[in-house]
């Protein structure tokens, strides 16, 4: 059966994409996010994932207001990016793992998710920006399965259930019949609020009691309704979403302990508070 390796959690803030194309890493406002990466770039070249599994949130490219599903997967063999006006270079396509994303979507229906399946899929810079910002060196080397979770349009779907759906992917990663390894991302966050009359919130106490929950009490942000995490987090800052399905699915099987590999944050970029973790799973 396939190894579910760990996660990692990463901001996906557009500006990134125009520092990276730009050379920008070492200019002292972006030093402190990018410095960062090496410690999980080493262990990403130890484990060496085939797969990455990667929840993410949809800004438009390929849903829209009028068609927001709250969670879809990706079945396609191909994934593309196309430009989404934040001036950052379109990156050529990524290689879809198809046999596993239909694995995952028999396994959630089965498990009660009525999930919008995809065999064509645009992939905005929540997807694309964490590829680069884990594999920057040449084309992308893993294979992805991407899962869309609705932070857009309300309603959005409850802390508890993003859990659910994260523990039901990790659960089906370890029963897919494939030596490949897997990588569990979660794109997105943290605090930022980008409209409104609290533009510009940051919650740093939140952001690293989060941060802390999701190493030893994964479940911490599920007592939570969605109107508190906004009101705690922003706006935008419900991208958390993310990381927490990303954290839940390495809850499943007999050994659902981790390891924390590293961690980073950083405030502000862009008006985010932007962080970093990669989390091993014991056994692996």
Known sequence: ???????????????????????????????????GFPPVHAWLAQKRPDVAVIFYNDHGLNFFLDKMPTFAIGAAAQYNNADEGWGIPTLPPFQGEVDLSWHIVNALIDKDF?????????????????????????????????????TVQFPLPKASRV????????????????????????????????????????????????????????EWATQFSIHELVEKAGTQGIELLMWLAMRAALTSGPQPGVRKVHSNYHIPISNTATGLLALEKTGT
């Open 1 to 35: 059966m396939a190894k579910l390796i760990g996660c990692v959690g990463t901001s996906h803030i557009p500006a990134i994409g125009g520092a990276i194309h730009k050379g920008l890493q070492q200019e002292p406002y972006w030093k402190p996010f990018f410095d």
């Open 163 to 218: 859990y659910a759906l994260g523990k039901a992917v990790g659960e089906a990663i370890a029963s897919w019949d494939s030596s490949k390894t897997v990588a569990v991302i979660g794109s997105g966050g943290l605090s930022h609020q980008l409209d409104g009359e609290r533009a510009g919130h940051i919650n740093k106490e939140f952001d690293l009691q989060f941060l802390e929950s999701l190493n030893s009490n994964p």
């Open 114 to 150: 009525d999930v919008v399946t995809c065999q064509e899929m645009l992939v905005d810079h929540s997807c694309t920006l964490p590829l680069k910002l884990l594999w920057p060196q040449g084309p992308c080397p893993v294979t992805v399965v991407p899962i869309c979770i609705n």
